[in-house]
């Protein structure tokens, strides 16, 4: 099956600088690739997504790339802000089904 | 439009009692998932259910059983609870097959075996 690996686990940004998290996949096959954001004591909520025919795609702050090739893609959060703290999860799917995640990148931004 | 609902929120069995996790979809996802969440782990599938009807097993399914009583709800049980399946777990569904949005999750069960 699958397997979904995600870099760092911890990330610590000061308010306003940008925050990178890195996922790669195994499956070439895999052509669906959600993000979600967790915060503490609730549910994960889809933040974006991307699609296997695009490159990259934006969000106001947030924006993910996706590298087919190299079988990897990525989230950038621009501008953090406090509210941005959180845990956040990456994960492949082939058309939306079985999602794979990655363990998870526990992100804290500095006031 | 409740999306998913899990219930209960918190549990607390004794190894070897058994219960049962309930989860209920009001948008008509043909898909539902059970996840079981631990720290450092990030979320793994336990079993799926592509379809009103089907159910496989996915990454972690010992210990467990499912049962898709009909297209909205999705039912996990645990026969004989054991420290090791102590976890926070989430049901969720999809619109899986048609590419369209991602998983919505449940609020979570919070269950501790002692």
């Known amino acids: 099956g699958e397997n979904v690996e995600q870099h760092p686990s911890t990330l610590s940004v000061q308010e306003g600088d940008s925050a990178v998290i890195k996922c790669t996949y195994s499956?070439?096959?895999?052509?669906?690739f959600p993000w979600y954001k967790q915060e503490l004591g609730k549910r994960p909520q889809l933040i974006i997504d991307i699609r296997s025919n695009v490159g990259e795609k934006k969000d106001q702050r947030i924006a993910v790339t996706l590298n087919k090739t190299a079988k990897h893609f990525s989230l950038h959060i621009t501008e953090t802000q406090p509210e941005d703290s959180a845990v956040y999860f990456c994960?492949?799917?082939?058309?939306?089904?079985?999602?794979?995640f990655g363990t998870g990148t526990s992100l804290t931004v500095i006031p | 439009n409740a999306g998913v609902t899990q219930t209960p929120k918190f549990q607390v069995l004794k190894t070897g009692q058994s219960m049962t996790l309930q989860c209920a979809q009001d948008m008509n996802h043909n898909s539902m998932y059970w996840y079981r969440q631990d720290p450092g782990m990030g979320l793994r599938l336990i079993y799926y259910s592509a379809s009103e009807g089907t159910t496989d097993k996915g990454e972690v399914p010992n210990g467990y059983n499912v049962s898709r009583l009909n297209k909205r709800e999705f039912s996990l049980r645990l026969e004989s609870a054991a420290p090791s399946q102590t976890s926070v777990y989430f049901c969720?569904?999809?619109?899986?097959?048609?590419?369209?949005?991602?998983?919505?999750f449940g609020s979570g069960t919070r269950l501790t075996v002692v």
């Open positions: 969720a569904s999809s619109d899986a097959g048609t590419g369209l949005g991602g998983y919505t």
């Open positions: 499956d070439s096959a895999s052509n669906y």
């Open positions: 994960a492949a799917s082939i058309f939306g089904n079985q999602f794979y």
